[in-house]
């Protein structure tokens, strides 16, 4: 896809509006013709359900040639806060334009990268978005993924897991960052939780999904502070999860995770980012992966 063109006359690039969603959904199946109608319009209702994060586009933008909507790209604003305070973080997802316009499509991600306060993310790129991103100066935040069997690890003697939920009373040992984090991720269908070990308390969220080409389930880890604390709780995780019937686990990495039990597989969905915030491989909090349905 070319970051380079004039455009035409009567090819514009605009944000999404909510008049244009039948338009936007038939776009993004054209591009994504493995994806039911319901998916995408899931997608645009849970987006529409979070916040507006400032002046920024609440869905995304468009290319829009005479009334006809020829490229889509999404954008997934949210607040990030860490340890050196609250920044903003966009994931740029679900890029597609029509063939015949394909040399105009960089106008989409042009059109949101002008914001150079924003830390743009872009984590699930097609072999083809990948080329773009990377001549685009992005860069890798993980190179691969590991995969691990939690079950396997050892348990640690007075460790617990509890299952996040509103009146969950170990909530008030978290930040208010956190507590937000477990909370919005609860009420969208992701596992969050929380493990107590000699008083330590950390925070965890995964998410269901399918590999292998949909065949086997796995347990993406959406958000962790570390692998390290990852690592640490992963026998007491693996023994939650495995209630709920999941023995195989996820997290991007940038090379093997210590401690777990499993193998890393580099170049397996490698996850990019550009701008001043640099996300750490185990935090995909507020992306596609915790808002879109397999």
Known sequence: MSVLGTMPEGLVCRPIERADWQAVIECLQRGFPDRSHQYWENALNRIEDRPVVGDFPRYGFILDHAGDIVGVMLTLYFRHA??????IRCNLSSWTVDPDFRAYAGKLIMAALRHR??????VTPAPVTRRVVEALRF??????????????SHVHARTRVVS????????????????RILLDHAALGCDAMI???????????????????????ASQVIYC??????????????RYLLRKGMIFCLVDARAPVPGLIGRYFAEIGPKYFKGPSLPAPGDLAFTEFALFNE
């Open 82 to 87: 860490g340890a050196e305070g609250e920044s």
């Open 117 to 122: 306060d924003v830390t743009f993310l872009s």
């Open 139 to 152: 860069q890798r935040f993980a190179d691969g993924q590991h995969a691990f069997l939690p079950i396997l």
């Open 164 to 179: 996040v939920r509103p009146e969950t009373p170990e909530l008030n040992q978290l930040p208010s960052h956190e507590r």
């Open 195 to 217: 493990c107590i070990t000699d008083g330590s308390v950390n925070p965890f969220v995964f998410k269901t999904r399918r590999v292998l080409r949909g065949l086997v389930p």
């Open 225 to 238: 502070r570390s692998h390290a604390d990852l690592s640490q709780c992963a026998g007491a995780l693996g």
